[in-house]
């Protein structure tokens, strides 16, 4: 059991706000998954391709919330708050101007993209249907993404939970409407997820334009700090979500059942991977303010802190996956096949979660520390050497869902092997602003 920490309280103080707010993000599409399940199994294969498609998408672009934490934090550090008001209008033209193109390149690409990741048939019909309408909101969820950024270099994790926790009531409302009140299927399922996002992306554009900077103007000189440490974030979660989506690919090939399950525990894996990475936020905050200040030593031993609090979490997050094994696949399907499939791979699931825990809370502290060019290399390296080559191999030799999720828990052992050791060596630990 871990003991009291001096760093205990302020680790509390900004990983409880986090994770309410970290842990309703998800739920957009686990609404989904649930509402969709009992449409029936075309419609949760569709949502197994399609959803994982938008995810991808979304998450690959989390630097905005990442770079633009990271660049504040360190100047709220160092005491530069103009400065930190002055990237929130950076922030929030970045990010305005990556959704709108990548809305048109959705759009544009959605049908050759679906097929060339396996989408046929009925599923793939409804795959289709889904990805165009649900692709609306993300413009304003990127804006949602840099608002949470700043407001978190801040260290202002009450409003963010506010705003996403309403948008979510609102996707609910919706999607129950459009689904069972209008019958329109799983286009209603995603035309509320849109209608919700939108919402909230105005709620966040709101606060990035609320501090009282000199100008608000575009500028490229004050966007490049964020967008340094954002091109690496974004080639780090690029080759971390296209391991998913390899995986959404193969599996596409096996069957829909096997999609279906993949779905399934997808979906919780980014739900629990949210709620871990709250304590990632706090290390992201505290590293990087601390080492703004001058403070290595105070932000190393907050780090290790937090990288103990993360494993415990992951593993009382293992134990209760294995106790509700036979519950919780039921809950967002009846299909019989998609439950066995998602049951041969509940076990490696579980394992996932203390090993996760590490190294999420890894990524957080390195984050901070805006020493993302390791982090870039390293996932590189797991994925290329690690995962892609026993996805393929499963596809090759018939080993099917299982082979699949080794292949995943393979990534996470080598992703906390290369930055366990980047930990221990401290080179991350540089003070000042960069």
Known sequence: MLRRSPQDREILRLALPALGALAAEPLYVLVDTAIVGHLGRPQIAALGLAGTVLSTAFSIFNFLTYGTTAVVARASG????????????????????????????CEALAAPLLRGLGAHGRSGHYALVYFRIAAIGLPAALVALAGQGYLRGVANLRRPLE??????????????LFVYGFHWGIAGSAAGTAIAQAGMGIAFAIELLRPRAHSRQPRLAEMRPMLRVGRQIFVRTTALMGSFLIAAS????????????????FQLFIFLALVLDAIAIAGQVIVGRSLGAGDAHGAYEA??????????????????????TDWTP????DDPEVIHDAKLIWPLFALMQPLGGAVFALDGILIGASDTSYLMWSMLAATGLVFVPIAFLSLAFGWGIVGVWIGLDALIVARLATLGARFASRRWAVTGWT
């Open 303 to 324: 780090a290790a802190r937090m990288i103990a609090w993360s494993v415990a979490i992951g593993a009382a997050f293992a134990v209760v996956l294995l106790a509700l």
């Open 163 to 176: 705003i996403v926790l309403a948008a979510n009531v609102a996707n609910v409302v919706l999607e129950v």
């Open 78 to 105: 160092a005491g530069q708050q103009e400065r930190a008001a002055r990237l929130a209008a950076q922030a929030l033209w970045v990010s305005l101007a990556i959704g709108i193109a990548l809305l048109v390149l």
């Open 250 to 265: 193969v599996l596409a090939r096996v069957g829909d059942a096997a999609l279906g399950a993949h779905q399934i525990a």
């Open 330 to 333: 039921r809950a967002f399907t």
